[in-house]
């Protein structure tokens, strides 16, 4: 459910696809949100400030500059010049900022934490999820070093609605158009819906939590194009990190490759083999009042990887050498500081709680979510799961059910230890 009139940030970018943004304000007036507009000094080269404040009844600001914030002002500033903070009060008191049109330079300084200008640093100072439209000519959109930038924003938990194709200003036709108006409202509407809950006090019982989330299968290299992978989608690591975002925690995920969309507000962390992600858990342990390790890790790794790519001619068979990778749940065990509950889970074939309280006591987590991977439909690469959450002391059934659902029964479960649990 939408909350009345909730304010939303739209920070306009210099771009012909400027005056598509008055379109967006009307519109986002008309589902019932309260717009305020941030406009960039290219982007006053196309449309007049006043425009947007005649439409959004509020002060467009412009610049960090108290001097020249407020230009076309249609409303009083209590304090007859603007503060200093601005940015940081503007930053504060949106629930969302959307960037339509973002041009690759916003994008480029997104990526980079750049801050410039009124735009760039309300960006670094809100913690209030953040949607961008970019729009720009097609070369420049598939540029690496747009697509580079795109990802890390997307990894840092930033909706992206992606450019249409069609005529371009530049006379070119490609990707590269804003996306329609009301595609961008959908968004908004979307993302508000999922954080509203939160905004009304409902579900936020991660609030102050820091949760690192483990997903995805790690790929160990062969030679340069061959790796040793298994068949983990990520989507049990992805839901219980969506899940503890949406009540309230902020989450860390650290991803080996999945085709999964970062959720929103969580920041995740991209490796490849067992010992980047062995890396970057460590790195990122320190941070963690809850670790949630669904990755599925690889046991071993080739212990000499090829350099060049492996010919078939004259190996008619080959044998590869593997060792051991560290078992990263058990140092985070070790390493973990008091008070930090560490969720291991178990995939199993056979004898499933039976192997998943021996894991428990074997690896010395606070629980262990343990899943039977030999059933067709759940576990691994399937949207649902099934298995059953095991304390030293209990084990709670998890019956078949979405992997999001499942998540929330993981995080209820979790609750009670970190309730129960005088370290
Ligand atoms: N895990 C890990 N590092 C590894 C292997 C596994 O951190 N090198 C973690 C997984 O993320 C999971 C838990 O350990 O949370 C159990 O993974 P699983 O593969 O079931 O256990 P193993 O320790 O590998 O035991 P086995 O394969 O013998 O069942």
Redesign the pocket.
């Known amino acids: 459910m939408k909350a009345e009139r909730s304010k939303v940030t739209i920070g306009v970018c210099g771009g012909i696809a400027a005056y598509k943004s008055v379109e967006l304000v009307r519109l986002l007036q008309d589902a019932g949100y309260d717009p305020h507009v941030v406009m960039t000094a290219a982007a006053e080269e196309f449309v007049r400030p006043l425009t947007f404040a005649a439409i959004s009844g509020h002060k467009v600001i412009t610049s960090l500059w108290s001097e020249e914030a407020g230009t076309g002002s249609v409303e009083e500033d209590p304090t007859g010049e603007h503060s200093s903070v601005e940015h940081i009060q503007a930053a504060q008191s949106t629930r969302l900022l959307v960037v339509a049109p973002a041009t690759a330079n916003m994008l480029a300084k997104f990526a980079h934490g750049l801050a410039d200008d009124f735009l760039s640093t309300m960006y670094l100072a809100t913690t209030a999820p953040v949607i961008v439209a970019p729009a720009m000519n097609v070369k420049m959109w598939e540029h690496p070093a747009m697509q580079a930038n795109v990802a890390t924003l997307r990894a840092r938990g930033v909706k992206v609605i992606e450019p249409g194709s069609g005529y371009l200003a530049c006379g070119m036709v490609g990707g590269g158009r804003l996306a329609e108006p009301t595609a961008i409202v959908a968004a908004v509407t979307e993302i508000l819906a999922e954080t509203s809950s939160d905004e009304q006090g409902e579900g936020r019982d991660f609030g102050g939590e820091t949760v690192m989330v483990?997903a995805g299968g790690t790929r160990e290299a062969i030679d340069p194009v061959r790796y040793i992978g298994n068949r983990s989608s990520g989507r049990m690591g992805y839901a219980v990190a969506e899940a503890a975002r949406r009540r309230g925690a902020r989450v860390v995920l650290i991803s080996a490759p999945t085709g999964l969309a970062c959720p929103a507000g969580v920041e995740r962390v991209d490796v490849v083999s067992?010992e980047e992600m062995?890396t970057a858990v460590l790195a990122r342990l320190g941070e963690a009042s809850v670790v949630v390790?669904?990755?599925?890790?690889?046991?071993y790794r080739v212990k000499t990887v090829a350099t060049q790519k492996m010919k078939r001619e004259g190996s008619p068979a080959v044998s590869l050498e593997l060792e051991s990778?560290?078992?990263?749940?058990?140092e985070?065990v070790a390493r973990r500081a008091a008070g930090t509950l560490v969720v291991?889970?178990?995939?199993?074939t056979e004898d499933v709680v039976a192997?998943g309280r021996a894991?428990l006591q074997r690896?010395g987590v606070d629980a262990?979510v343990v899943n039977d991977v030999s059933k067709d439909g759940i576990g691994f690469d399937s949207e649902r799961n099934a298995g059953s959450f095991l304390t030293k002391d209990t084990a709670i059934e998890l019956p078949v059910q979405s992997k999001a659902k499942m998540s929330e029964r993981i995080l209820d479960e979790v609750l009670k230890l970190r309730v129960g649990a005088l370290r």
């Open positions: 483990t067992a062995r390790m669904a990755a599925a890790v690889s046991d990778t560290a078992d990263i749940l058990r985070v291991g889970f178990a995939a199993e192997n894991k690896k262990v």
